[in-house]
């Protein structure tokens, strides 16, 4: 049975710092390329950062570039997202996601990925 468990969210303020988990069971992290997605309040799925099947590759959207890492643990089958210097805007829930490592690259629509988490809260404020 494929799981993903998201974890490490919560409230922090502006300036902080906070490192989410999602843990695989199931099948094996570096087999697939996996994603993280923001769902802020009101809006769609956007793709935050990724990280390739490999582990050579690496994807981050521009607001989160300098400030946010993509890591993976292939022994804890644990992808990591440490998210430095959180904004008002960071705020959300957050999920991993696979996709087949078929695909070119990690990054992509919703649609292109076949596992979701559950997701974690991400809640960035004063």
């Known amino acids: 049975q494929l799981q993903f468990v998201e974890s490490g969210g919560g409230l922090v303020q502006p300036g902080g710092s906070l490192r989410l988990s999602c843990a695989a069971s199931?099948?094996?992290?570096?087999?697939?390329?996996i994603a993280w997605f923001r769902q802020a309040p009101g809006k769609t799925h956007k793709g935050v950062s990724c990280?390739?099947?490999?582990?050579?590759?690496?994807y981050y959207t521009d607001s989160v570039k300098g400030r946010f890492t993509i890591s993976r643990d292939n022994a804890k089958n644990t992808v990591y997202l440490q998210m430095n210097s959180l904004m008002p805007e960071d705020t959300g829930v957050y999920y991993c996601?696979?996709?087949?490592?078929?695909?070119?690259?990690?990054?992509?629509?919703?649609?292109?990925?076949?596992?979701w988490g559950q997701g974690t809260q991400v809640t960035v404020s004063s």
């Open positions: 996601a696979a996709k087949t490592k078929a695909a070119d690259v990690c990054y992509g629509a919703p649609a292109d990925y076949f596992y």
């Open positions: 199931g099948f094996a992290v570096n087999a697939y390329h």
């Open positions: 990280i390739s099947s490999s582990g050579d590759n690496t």
